[in-house]
Each structure stands twice: as C-alpha cells, then as structure tokens.
C-alpha cells in the first residue's frame, strides 16, 4: 500500500491508493497515525472530515485518492469510478474523464439509463397531444398555464421548441 500526503492537508493527512485517509501529524485531541472513518453521503460515496489550522473540510475520499494518485483535475473533466463501485475508491479504479464520457460509461455499465423523450421521459408534465393544442393556440401564456397545470415557462418553452423539439 503507497502513502501521498492529502493535497491542501500536507502537514496533517496522507491518503493510501486503496482509499484510506490517515492523520499523520497529531491535533487537538487526536493523535498521528490514526486511520479515519469515512461516512457515506446521499449519493453513496465515501467522504472524510478534515481539519487543520481551525479550518474545517468535508472532503469526497475518490477526490483526494485522484489528486494525490492521478495529478491535479484537468479543467472540465470529472472522477470516473472504473469499475462503476462508487465504493471502490482506490487509486488504480478512478480516472478522469469529461462529464459526457461518464455519463457514457455509465450507461455502458447499465448505472444510468438514457432519458427518454416526450412523454417517455419520466419527468414530463405533458402529453404530445397537449403540446399540438399548446403551439396551435394563441391563448396567452399565463392561461395556458393554468389550464394545464405547469408554470408559464414550461409553456413557453414548449411553444418555442425548447422542449419537445420531436413534436411537430
């Protein structure tokens, strides 16, 4: 197992390329060498707390493997878990990608599935035959809206093509 001391934390933490943070300099009651514990956040990925000089940080375990193992983030790319396990913060299973590569990958690996278009898109509020009612009327905007029960910008958009540029 390798060390790399924590970029932005030198003087105070090291990451292993397995995924384990350790503080490596002793604290306010808190001593060298011991291993934290990672806590899960909503989205099913490992992130530690760190402090050091008063200044406190809530950090993703992937971020610091990646810096202190890959190198600095290039500019408008992301961390891609290789392997799909959001878990599996291990230096040899994180890369970076751009986001549209990620998402590509996940859908590779069956994590993420395309969005649908129109009513097949489990966000939509209307239907394609309202949409046809909708670009056809030139009721004002504020009182399609209310008949259809969504905001002035869903209609708006709609009329414009924004959304449901499929329906003609």
């Not at 490992?46 to 890959?70: D, I, M, P």
């Not at 939509?124 to 809206?145: D, F, G, S, Y």
Request: proline share 4%; charged share 20%.
């Amino acid at each position: 197992m390798d060390w790399m001391p924590v970029v932005g934390f030198e003087d105070t933490y090291s990451v292993s390329d397995t995924g384990l943070v350790m503080r490596t300099a002793a604290g306010k009651s808190t001593r060298s060498g011991r291993v934290l514990k990672p806590r899960l956040n909503a989205q099913d990925r490992w992130y530690v707390s760190l402090s050091a000089g008063g200044v406190q940080k809530t950090l993703s375990v992937a971020g610091l493997v990646a810096r202190a193992f890959l190198g600095p983030k290039p500019h408008g790319t992301e961390i891609n878990h290789i392997d799909g396990d959001h878990r599996n913060d291990s230096a040899a299973n994180l890369e970076y990608c751009t986001r549209r590569e990620n998402m590509q990958h996940a859908y590779r690996m069956g994590l993420s599935t395309p969005l649908g278009i129109g009513e097949d898109q489990h966000l939509a509020k209307l239907t394609t035959e309202q949409i046809i009612v909708i670009r056809n009327c030139t009721a004002p905007i504020r009182l399609l809206a209310r008949v259809f029960g969504v905001s002035p910008l869903t209609i708006k958009r709609a009329q414009t093509g924004v959304t449901w540029r499929h329906v003609h």
